[in-house]
């Protein structure tokens, strides 16, 4: 009496292999064009968004802020406020409290020469530029930790008065 055994190289085995060989390759095909979309469309990335809203003295306040980032990337945010005729006096940029705490802090540019806050804002004072532009820069990584996004606001304040308001919203992508 005859038995088949199957050898190790046999036609059922090679046909797994085939199959197992090319999941294999749609799957590194598939990481592969996530990768290189990447360098595209930057869909892993960071991407911000730029706002500018006209103030009730004259002035305009533009912020560029991360419209959607991932943890532990640096963002681009940033403040302008041009002023026609220049600054008298100090400036002052106030942030929602609640998102400007979800970021690592590297620098300011330039440093504020006042900083005050409650339990909504921090409020940052500025001395006045030459010439009536005026941009600041935060320097910051979102945390490692976050996995959801935020509302922030941005208010361009002379003393107890809100002269100009952005709002806007940073996503998170895991």
Same mark, same amino acid.
């Given at each position: 009496?005859?038995?088949?055994?199957?050898?190790?190289?046999?036609?059922?085995?090679?046909?797994?292999?085939? =199959?197992?060989?090319?999941?294999?390759?749609?799957?590194? @095909?598939?990481?592969?064009?996530?990768?290189?979309?990447?360098? #595209? $469309?930057?869909?892993?990335?960071?991407?911000?968004?730029?706002?500018?809203?006209?103030?009730?003295?004259? +002035? $305009?306040?533009?912020?560029?802020?991360?419209? $959607? $980032?991932?943890? @532990?990337?640096? +963002?681009?945010?940033?403040? &302008?406020?041009?002023?026609?005729?220049?600054?008298?006096?100090?400036? &002052? =940029?106030?942030?929602?409290?609640?998102?400007?705490?979800?970021?690592? &802090?590297?620098?300011?540019?330039?440093?504020?020469?006042?900083?005050?806050?409650?339990?909504? /804002? *921090?409020?940052? &004072? #500025?001395d006045p530029p030459d010439g009536d532009? #005026?941009?600041?820069?935060?320097?910051?990584?979102?945390?490692? @930790?976050?996995? /959801?996004?935020?509302?922030?606001? *941005?208010?361009?304040?002379?003393?107890?008065?809100?002269? @100009?308001?952005?709002?806007?919203?940073?996503?998170?992508?895991?």
């Amino acid at each position: 009496m005859l038995v088949h055994v199957e050898r190790e190289d046999g036609p059922k085995v090679r046909r797994r292999r085939r =199959i197992l060989y090319g999941v294999t390759t749609a799957v590194l @095909a598939g990481l592969l064009l996530v990768a290189v979309s990447d360098v #595209f $469309t930057d869909s892993l990335g960071v991407d911000s968004a730029t706002v500018t809203v006209r103030a009730v003295d004259g +002035s $305009t306040l533009t912020v560029e802020h991360p419209s $959607t $980032t991932r943890p @532990a990337l640096a +963002s681009p945010f940033s403040v &302008e406020v041009v002023r026609p005729g220049g600054f008298d006096g100090p400036i &002052e =940029i106030a942030v929602s409290r609640p998102w400007i705490e979800v970021w690592d &802090e590297n620098g300011f540019y330039p440093t504020p020469s006042g900083e005050t806050g409650d339990a909504d /804002w *921090v409020v940052w &004072e #500025f001395d006045p530029p030459d010439g009536d532009r #005026f941009r600041f820069f935060y320097d910051a990584r979102l945390e490692p @930790a976050r996995q /959801w996004g935020i509302d922030g606001a *941005v208010e361009l304040r002379d003393g107890a008065a809100t002269l @100009a308001r952005v709002d806007f919203r940073t996503n998170v992508r895991p």
